[in-house]
């Protein structure tokens, strides 16, 4: 089934009518942007694309698996690339992507740096690209070197060469916790418990005991992507959707560059924007449901599971579950042995018309607020007052987000737990430290 009353066309028409003379300033290809932008910020703010992605796991059988991969409603298509053509309509340089033929107030490295400590700092925050790395631990050493894309560590997980112990999955500590609870823990050759990166040298991770055993250590970390190196594509890390965070962020460097670059007002609106943005991000579902073998089954972050599920990845009697680790990624208990189905019913990526006749998937009391935000976001390079008197119907589209989430938060049972507001991974293991009550830093910067 699908929503077919108002085409690509026709809204890019509307929105034409919107910025009149939309054809001298605002092109076709431009218009269609703004309404692309504005479908996915929408998606953001109230998840509403729900699609089912069923999957079969095949031999051999690893601990964590994509939920973004070839097939996936989540596969994402953007990369800086995207966001380079996008902040040039907004500063009135001509759209050319990962090259430049503009004025000299901007420049395509100047974009790249700044959309690369976004993105970067957007991975950590979000933990929207979480892999899993294996390490070598030599027999009676207690440290191991981190690549130096590790933004943040998640996990550690401790393995025994094959014959010489069980895994374990080890806690988070300090040097003041293995002071505390491994006294002598210096000159102690055991299975390690714990695990720390805050107390060494940067890059070390360090366990509270020397390995008694040759042993590997399976590390979830949040990791960067590689350095932008336009005209060539890299890709951002984190869902399409939520690509309109990075590229306020780096409209908010470049805007409050030195001399000819420097706008403080639009610097300040797309900062406010960025950090809105990162804020909402981690506090963002992805993964509303799960099955196996068309059972229903628990949907625990991956701290959860191993504190009240021990030893679900060897323990064949473990709980069924999907195990959450981060954005995109899940993990199977009890590992599978054999072939197995699973499904995952996801927030999908906003579906973006690539052609006129194609209809905007939207009800019709959204349609209009979805304009509002992208006549909003097209008058961004007209800057001054008439940037200032369009935040009206910026403050009309969240409100009618507001109200479509309250809506939704009454329309089922446990519709606020299906769409929690708090990452459930941060509930049993936080990971920014509380100012306030219910706050962190980066929420009294809002």
Wanted: hydrophobic content about 45%.
């Amino acid at each position: 089934m699908a929503y077919a009353w108002l085409t690509f066309g026709q809204a890019k028409a509307e929105l034409a009518t919107r910025l009149y003379p939309a054809g001298e300033f605002w092109s076709d290809a431009e218009r269609g942007l703004y309404i692309a932008l504005a479908l996915r910020i929408w998606n953001c703010l109230t998840a509403f694309f729900v699609a089912e992605y069923p999957i079969t796991l095949q031999s051999p059988f690893a601990n964590w698996n994509a939920a973004n991969g070839s097939g996936s409603p989540r596969q994402p298509a953007l990369s800086d690339i995207d966001i380079y053509t996008m902040m040039e309509y907004m500063l009135l340089e001509p759209p050319t992507g990962g090259t430049w033929t503009g004025t000299n107030q901007f420049s395509i490295e100047a974009l790249a740096q700044a959309v690369q400590g976004r993105r970067d700092e957007i991975l950590q925050v979000g933990a929207t690209n979480v892999t899993e790395i294996t390490l070598p631990l030599t027999p009676g050493t207690s440290r191991a070197t981190l690549p130096d894309t590790a933004l943040d560590v998640l996990r550690v997980r401790w393995v025994p060469a094959t014959g010489q112990g069980s895994p374990a999955v080890l806690q988070r500590g300090d040097a003041e916790s293995f002071r505390t609870f491994t006294p002598g823990y210096l000159q102690t050759t055991e299975p390690p418990l714990r695990w720390d990166v805050i107390s060494g040298p940067p890059l070390a991770l360090t366990l509270d005991t020397l390995s008694p055993v040759p042993a590997t250590l399976q590390v979830l970390i949040m990791q960067a992507e590689p350095v932008p190196a336009p005209p060539a594509a890299t890709p951002l890390g984190m869902p399409d959707d939520w690509a309109w965070v990075p590229l306020f962020g780096a409209l908010a460097d470049v805007l409050a560059a030195q001399e000819e670059a420097r706008d403080e007002q639009r610097a300040e609106y797309a900062r406010k924007r960025y950090l809105e943005g990162m804020a909402w991000l981690k506090q963002a579902p992805w993964l509303m449901e799960a099955r196996i073998t068309n059972v229903p089954v628990a949907t625990p972050s991956v701290i959860a599971a191993d504190r009240f599920n021990y030893g679900w990845q060897t323990n064949s009697a473990a709980f069924p579950q999907v195990v959450v680790a981060g954005v995109d990624l899940y993990g199977v208990s009890p590992t599978p042995t054999a072939a197995t189905s699973v499904m995952l019913v996801v927030v999908a990526n906003a579906p973006i018309p690539t052609a006129d006749n194609q209809e905007i998937q939207v009800p019709r009391d959204v349609m209009d607020a979805l304009l509002d935000e992208a006549e909003h976001l097209a008058t961004f390079k007209m800057a001054g007052s008439d940037f200032t008197a369009s935040m009206e119907l910026h403050q009309a589209f969240l409100g009618t987000a507001k109200r479509w989430n309250a809506r939704i938060q009454e329309s089922g049972i446990f519709a606020t737990t299906l769409r929690s507001e708090v990452p459930r991974g941060e509930v049993q293991q936080p990971r920014f430290a509380e100012t306030g009550r219910n706050k962190t830093w980066l929420d009294t910067q809002l």
